[in-house]
């Protein structure tokens, strides 16, 4: 059974627009949940995490995300996009039991100047 | 800012041959996975080892792979006789604890290639 859907594989925004990646995700209990972002060559980075804390998690380089149990969904957001973003960018579920991550499929953001 | 670092960068074995995939956690930390992706798929978990000893394992992780730490810094992956399909991205990841934030911090991968 699929633990994370990352709706679009490729997301391509003008840069100073929003930005909007999408993740749903499946789990009987509330989940801990993480945005990752992967640029070339690189490892993956903490963007941002929700622990059952506060729904709206403010991440890093100015991204933001909402857990929204009611809709099973992590949305990621940043009002303006910036060319540094443009990246392949990860949600991620930890369910209740264990400390493995399941990966989303991913999504490539391309920021067009 | 300290890193997890992964060496080598990019490993071309033949079919049937051992590999040893290296990571270097962070320092203090005191839980390691690896993690792997094949071309155009998602990422998958592996394996997590904690107190030297293996913690959980996934389904992939079967008899020809074992891991390690062999001198309280390295965290190795090896994979006995590797096959075709082993070839994908390897990632190690580090966490300091198992409770919440539950954050694990990941190497850049190794790209393990069997021709």
């Known amino acids: 059974a699929q633990s994370v859907t990352q709706l679009d594989s490729h997301v391509s925004v003008s840069e100073g627009t929003p930005v909007l990646l999408r993740c749903n995700y499946s789990s009987s209990y509330s989940p801990s949940l993480f945005w990752y972002v992967q640029h070339p060559n690189k490892g993956l980075q903490l963007l941002l995490k929700?622990?059952?804390?506060?729904?709206l998690v403010k991440g890093i380089n100015g991204f933001e995300a909402e857990f929204k149990k009611s809709e099973t969904s992590f949305h990621l957001t940043k009002p303006s996009a910036h060319m540094s973003d443009a990246a392949e960018y990860f949600c991620?579920?930890?369910?209740?039991?264990?400390?493995?991550?399941?990966f989303g499929t991913g999504t490539s953001l391309t920021v067009i100047p | 800012e300290p890193e997890v670092t992964q060496t080598p960068s990019h490993q071309v074995t033949q079919m049937g041959q051992e590999v040893i995939l290296r990571c270097v956690p962070i320092s203090n930390h005191l839980y390691f996975y690896w993690y792997r992706q094949i071309l155009g798929q998602k990422v998958e978990f592996l394996v997590s080892f904690y107190n030297n000893e293996i913690s959980e394992k996934s389904e992939i992780f079967d008899d020809q792979f074992s891991v390690e730490r062999p001198d309280g810094s390295n965290f190795t992956l090896k994979i006995r006789s590797t096959k075709l399909e082993d070839s994908a991205m390897y990632f190690c990841?580090?966490?300091?604890?198992?409770?919440?934030?539950?954050?694990?911090?990941f190497g850049p991968g190794t790209r393990l290639t069997v021709t």
């Open positions: 929700y622990t059952s804390a506060a729904t």
């Open positions: 990841a580090s966490g300091l604890s198992g409770r919440s934030p539950y954050e694990q911090y």
């Open positions: 991620v579920v930890r369910l209740n039991t264990g400390n493995q991550f399941y």
